[in-house]
T-cell receptor, first 112, second 115 residues
């Protein structure tokens, strides 16, 4: 039931764009996105709900495609501070559940 | 400032020894979680608690135990039954259950190694 994130890693130059996908084999009801810098705590970015609108956080936005059972995170005009590992956490239970299942993460490196 | 405090930052365990990782939060959150993180594996749920004196097993509970005697505290014990305890352990909390769609707030983690 673990969601699959792609790509596993991506390297960008400052100012470039990236897309990170989070795919599930089961229907998604909500998707949480977090960013973790090496050796630090994951930091919450946003939550996407089934039937909800596309969310945004600074120059980072995300979408929820119910039909494809997938959420995508869009990073535009990337900054050095965007470097880190991005995790999606999924809730697969209609009506919600008490826990999230996290993907293995996508490592993003932004170079000057 | 409100937040989650995990201690110690680094911990070493000897063979056959139980060790306890501390997690304290002053966010007045009801729900608390323990995750294990191994390189390239993401976050895997060990135990979670929605209310004082109640907790549930996550996906990898074997070899671990928890207690929730106070709302602000959720300590994790890594027992000698956990044969591969070396990992980064993260504690998190949220206002309520996931179906209230509240974000999880994480502590800075404890890195556990075997001597």
């Amino acid at each position: 039931q673990q969601p699959v994130q792609s790509p596993q890693a991506v390297i960008l130059r400052e100012g470039e764009d990236a897309v990170i996908n989070c795919s599930s084999s089961k229907a998604l009801y909500s998707v949480h996105w977090y960013r973790q810098k090496h050796g630090e705590a994951p930091v919450f970015l946003m939550i996407l709900l089934k039937g909800g609108e596309q969310k945004g956080h600074e120059k980072i936005s995300a979408s929820f495609n119910e039909k494809k059972q997938q959420s995508s995170l869009y990073l535009t005009a990337s900054q050095l501070s965007y470097s880190g590992t991005y995790f999606c956490g999924t809730d697969l239970t209609q009506g919600g559940s008490e826990k999230l299942v996290f993907g293995k993460g996508t490592k993003l490196t932004v170079n000057p | 400032d409100g937040g989650i405090t995990q201690s110690p930052k680094y911990l070493f365990r000897k063979e056959g020894q139980n060790v306890t990782l501390s997690c304290e939060q002053n966010l007045n959150h009801d729900a608390m979680y323990w995750y294990r993180q191994d390189p390239g594996q993401g976050l895997r749920l060990i135990y979670y608690s929605q209310i004082v004196n109640d907790f549930q097993k996550g996906d990898i509970a074997e070899g671990y135990s928890v207690s929730r005697e106070k709302k602000e505290s959720f300590p994790l014990t890594v027992t000698s039954a956990q044969k591969n305890p070396t990992a980064f352990y993260l504690c998190a909390s949220s206002v309520g259950q996931v179906y209230s769609n509240q974000p999880q707030h994480f502590g800075d983690g404890t890195r556990l190694s075997i001597l």
